[in-house]
């Protein structure tokens, strides 16, 4: 059994509140995904599917390096604020501007908040949890994020189905303002700040990338790719095989990665971070071939619930051996790098899997084979790589 002293002296209320405000957060942005290519085709702008997500990733990965550098210099709880309050502004304004070109600028405005938020999260908890219970704490706070994954894409598609888009739009802003308000509550960790200054808002080279964590930035970019896929193309084929509700297969994959988020973290910090990187890498490569051959709602299902699995152990692993690398003084810059990863695989799978599923149903099967080779390479490179790697003690 835990030792409920030490338990109460890691996971304080503040761990808490900010694993509740991620609910939120994750929740609003997640639970219009679903039904955004629907909507972007009655707008009259179904050949930009696939810049639904992508857009979205540009501003995420342009943003990172100033978010990593605010969180070092100004605050963790500023960063996070800040990328709610984008989420909140941004859903307001869907109703609002209902053209083709509207639309593709608010996909490109929305993204900044997942630039900022993630990465003052993580930078917090690095701050407030000992390195060897990270990977559980990291686990933990995916887990917060992963409700809100589930949640969202389930309530977004019954409001679109019973009340309008509308509603969806203004649920989602609400959830955010929600986040918004509890970070708000959450004491800062940054002992060091430094003024408000033009400074802030240079980028060095240096600022942009933190060479420490390669490693686990070269994974990150090929696992990444299947998810920029599945939030791309996933709607359609849920469709093809008739599932009428598109974020019902969003809801198999997150409640998985549910499931094994916190167990991934805590099997990282005592068998290593890149020995839970090879299987679940492993498990994201037979994921995503299941779904290339997928020809029924129970194929595509079973296929989606492993890459929950998959992913689930992958991304809090990664956050964790990027934590475990970065400089102790740039632990924002060493976060931050990370998800730049994260969202340039991310991007590259919406752009190029829309590419080459070209609105073709028959396309399906290269789209999702693309996915698995990319997953293998790094289940290849994580198993015969001899590179470093630093664990917690």
């Known amino acids: 059994m835990s030792d409920p002293v030490r338990l109460e002296k890691t996971y304080t209320k503040p761990f808490w509140l900010m694993c509740l405000s991620s609910l939120l957060f994750f929740a609003s942005f997640n639970m219009i995904v679903p039904e955004l290519p629907a909507y972007l085709t009655s707008l009259g702008g179904a050949e930009y ?193 008739g599932i009428k509700n598109k974020g019902l297969l969003f809801t198999y994959f997150t409640v998985a990665s549910l499931v094994v988020r916190l167990l991934g973290g805590k099997a990282s910090d005592r068998w290593g971070r890149r020995a839970v990187l090879r299987i679940s890498s492993l498990i994201i490569a037979i994921a995503t071939l299941t779904m290339a051959f997928a020809d029924s709602p129970l194929q595509l299902i079973t296929g989606m619930a492993l890459y929950g699995l998959g992913h689930g152990a992958t991304s809090p692993t990664l956050l964790a051996w990027a934590t475990d690398l970065s400089n102790a003084r740039f632990k924002g810059r060493g976060i931050a790098s990370l998800y730049i990863f994260m969202e340039l695989g991310i991007g590259l799978g919406a752009f190029i899997s829309g590419f080459i599923y070209g609105n073709q149903s028959s396309n399906f099967f290269v789209t999702f084979t693309v996915c698995s080779s990319l997953a293998a390479l790094a289940f290849l490179h994580l198993t015969f790589s001899r590179s470093p790697v630093k664990i917690p003690s």
């Open 49 to 241: 599917k696939g810049f639904i997500i992508s857009l979205f990733t540009i501003t995420a990965l342009l943003s990172r390096p100033f978010s990593g550098k605010i969180a070092d210099r100004l605050g963790r709880v500023p960063v996070m604020m800040a990328g709610s309050i984008v989420c909140f502004a941004c859903s307001l304004m869907y109703p609002v501007l209902t053209s083709v070109a509207g639309f593709l600028l608010l996909r490109l405005i929305h993204g900044f908040s997942t630039g900022f938020t993630p990465t003052g999260q993580t930078a917090y908890l690095a701050d407030i949890v000992p390195a060897s219970k990270r990977g559980e704490a990291v686990g933990l706070l995916g887990t917060a994020g992963t409700l809100g994954m589930a949640g969202g894409p389930a309530i977004g598609g019954l409001l679109a189905n019973q009340f309008g888009i509308n509603a969806m739009f203004y649920c989602s802003s609400a959830f955010a303002i929600l986040s918004v308000i509890i970070v708000a509550n959450i004491k800062e960790t940054l002992k060091e700040k430094h003024p408000i200054s033009v400074a802030l808002l240079k980028i060095s080279k240096d600022d942009l990338f933190e060479p420490r964590v390669l490693v686990p930035c070269f994974i990150m970019v090929l696992c990444a790719y299947s998810y920029g896929t599945m939030l791309t193309v996933i709607p359609d084929f849920s469709v093809h095989v």
